[in-house]
């Protein structure tokens, strides 16, 4: 089997570089950040009396 010229696999590693490094942009900006309600988060538990 006859091997790939060097700057062959230059370019595969280059082009593998880029299609990966699209593929995180891409998916890092699809979805928008939602925003954080700056407050407390209020948690409201009923009053029971438990008898035992």
């Known amino acids: 089997m ?10 595969l590693f280059i082009m593998f570089l880029i299609s990966f490094s699209v593929y995180f942009i891409m998916n890092y900006y699809m979805k928008s950040p939602s925003k954080i309600s700056g407050g407390v988060p209020k948690f409201s538990s009923p009053s029971k009396t438990w008898t035992w």
């Open 2 to 11: 006859p091997q790939m010229e060097p700057l062959l696999w230059l370019n």
